[in-house]
């Protein structure tokens, strides 16, 4: 079985984006709780809608700012991000 990556993303509203896998599987992740609940300062300039949705897709899974804000694939899958 081929390794699970991030094909493409449709941002959606807000901090909400439609994330879709190699496999076909499409999951509407909300980001928002993460960024919110977090006091680490690198993540402040994800609050803005603009700066969040800045992100690549680097070898499969979502990227800001150079690895600043990066989940594991497995919780992007999931919609289980910890905050």
Do not use: C
């Not at 300062?41 to 150079?66: A, C, M, Q, R, T």
């Amino acid at each position: 079985m081929p390794e699970l990556s991030v094909k493409g993303v449709n941002p959606k509203i807000g901090h909400i984006l439609e994330i879709e896998f190699t496999d076909g599987h499409k999951e509407n992740v909300d980001f928002a709780p993460f960024i919110f609940s977090s006091n680490h300062p690198d993540y402040e300039k994800y609050k803005s809608v603009d700066e969040f949705l800045k992100f690549e897709i680097v070898d499969g899974n979502l990227n800001w700012d150079d690895y600043t804000m990066i989940f594991p694939i497995e919780d992007l899958y999931r919609n289980r991000l910890v905050k």
